[in-house]
C-alpha cells in the first residue's frame, strides 16, 4: 500500500506494483500525472522500472536500467526526462549517470560521476533546470553541466559543514 500527502492530510494511495516495495529504490514524480518507481532491492539490485499514471490510476513496466542499482539519487530534468545516478550494485559502488526518455522510453547511459565522492545515496536536486549533487561526507555542491553531462564542483559555494544524508 501507499499513501498520498493532499497537502492537508494522508489518503490511501496507489497499491504498489510487484510483491514488495524494492528497499533503497527511488520514486520521483516525472511530471503532474506520472510517477517512478526505479530500480532498488536488497540483497541483488534491480533494473526493474515502473510508471504510476495517475489518471488510469495503473502502473505500467517502463523501460530497464541499463544497470541495476539501489541507493542511488534520481531526479526529474524537464517533465520528460529522469536522471539516476550512483549507488551500489550489490557488491561495488556505481559511478555511472543514466537518463530516462519519456517519449522514447529508453535509458541512455552519461558521463560518470567524479571518482572522489561517496556514491551511497546521494542527494539529486533539479534547481532551475540545472542538477546539483550532495554526497554523503563532503561539504562541496556537484552541479552537472546540461551541454555534456560533465560534472563539476561549484566554486563558489560550500555547505557551512560535511554532508551527512538526509
Known amino acids: 500500500t501507499s499513501e498520498v ?8 494511495g496507489p497499491a504498489l506494483p510487484g510483491d514488495e516495495y ?11 500525472s506520472h510517477t517512478f518507481l526505479i530500480g532498488g532491492g536488497f540483497p541483488t539490485p534491480t533494473r526493474d522500472v515502473w510508471m504510476y499514471d495517475w489518471s488510469s490510476q495503473a502502473w505500467t513496466r517502463a523501460g530497464s536500467l541499463i544497470q541495476g542499482r539501489r541507493a542511488y539519487g534520481c531526479v526529474t530534468l524537464d517533465g520528460e526526462r529522469i536522471l539516476v545516478a550512483g549507488g ?6 556505481v559511478y555511472s549517470v543514466e537518463i530516462y526518455d519519456a517519449t522514447q ?6 558521463p560518470d560521476l567524479p571518482r572522489n565522492t561517496n556514491l551511497w545515496a546521494p542527494i539529486l536536486l533539479n534547481w532551475d533546470g540545472q542538477v546539483l549533487a550532495l554526497f554523503y561526507g563532503g561539504d562541496q555542491i556537484y552541479q552537472r553541466s546540461e551541454e555534456n553531462g560533465e ?15 538526509y
Open 5 to 12: 500527502y493532499t497537502g492537508s492530510n494522508w489518503k490511501p
Open 22 to 32: 524494492p528497499v533503497f529504490s527511488c520514486v520521483v514524480n516525472l511530471n503532474t
Open 88 to 93: 551500489d550494485d550489490g557488491s561495488s559502488r
Open 105 to 110: 522510453g529508453t535509458w541512455s547511459s552519461q
Open 151 to 165: 560534472w563539476s564542483v561549484m566554486q563558489e559555494f560550500n555547505l557551512p559543514e560535511r554532508f551527512d544524508g
